[in-house]
């Protein structure tokens, strides 16, 4: 087909979408210009986008003299793309146009009841129940969703999309979770990722990494895990492992996500405060004996926010923690950025302090620290636009068949 009228024209049509993304708004003269396109070429590769309803006009441009040009601009409503974080207390999802545009989001808990074979099918239920109700909620169809992309707090396979490791609470749901039931589940393309891989794509094109050439997401909640970007590149390595933190060693021969999990914050603050229980109890005006009876990561970080003496100190002792690992991290990659994120790594105000005293001070090579800018939506917004890009590549290749 190479080299065919047919092929030509849909290079050209391939062009002046890219210029118009890129552009925004333009005439066909600035088309042309833009492109190199002849303008006869211009003006019957626009016609056949409108056909496609993929480009649009805009009216008239404000020519100072001589005839008004008509305005085109892409479509960004032609269709519409999801991405959904699958997470182990929660479901986050976001519908975006094709600019990446989030018109609405929404979040659910996560529950998972019953036996693992029946939790399965009720957990494709409830996902899509979910799907259906934003889609009436906004006046849309199947039909105008062309991709969604999963967020899973897991390893998933380049291969076959299969989950090989996934956080606690969501074991035994890896065959629920993988890209074959997820895509039978659903009436258009899915696409399966890493949700720390997500959330670093995302930080990378529209939060805190925006144009580092290499910076590692590190992701701290219910479990632990790294996203590194080279050069706006994922970086996966064998079976899709790069980034698997958790399963680094520290000195008492635990896995990391053991130590600088949700879980292994509460077992570090549960051991302190079993030796040093008077000093809570004494502080009873700041709420110290509640935290003591009903101890969550929440209530650790507000306690410590609020001046407590003895939740300042576990953090800090956390905090040790954590820069154990960012110290790793950072002598085998010396990347440029490191960005904190997730439930427990999203506490900048109270964790980045105590973290850039302890790197000034010891570590060899010094990134920049600062933490994630689009908190709970970073997987979101990193599933958004990988459903963005499969979406764009197949109407490229829709229109070369």
Known sequence: MAGTPQYIRNLNENLIMDALITQGTMSRAEISRQTGLSKPTVSLAVEHLIDRNLVKEMGRADNAQGRKATLIRFNETAY?????????????IALSDLNGEIIAYRTYPMVVQGAYERAEATMLELLRSHMNELLDENHLNWDQIQCIGFGIPGVVLPDSGRINRIVDPLAGLEEAFSLESLSGAFPCEVILENDVNLAALGEYRSGAAAGYPLFVFFSIGTGTGAGIMVHGQLLRGLGGLTGEIAEMLVDDGRRLEEVLSADGLMQLAKDDLDQHDELLLEAAHSGADVLHRHLTPEKLFEAARSGEVEAVEILQQYSQKIASALRQISVVLAPDLIVLGGGVGGNGDVLL???RQIISEQFPVQPQLICSKLGEQAVVTGAVQVAIQQTM????QEAME
């Open 393 to 396: 590549l197949n109407l490229q």
């Open 80 to 92: 519409y793309v999801c991405g959904i974080d699958i997470g182990a207390t929660r479901i986050r």
């Open 353 to 355: 302090p105590l973290l």
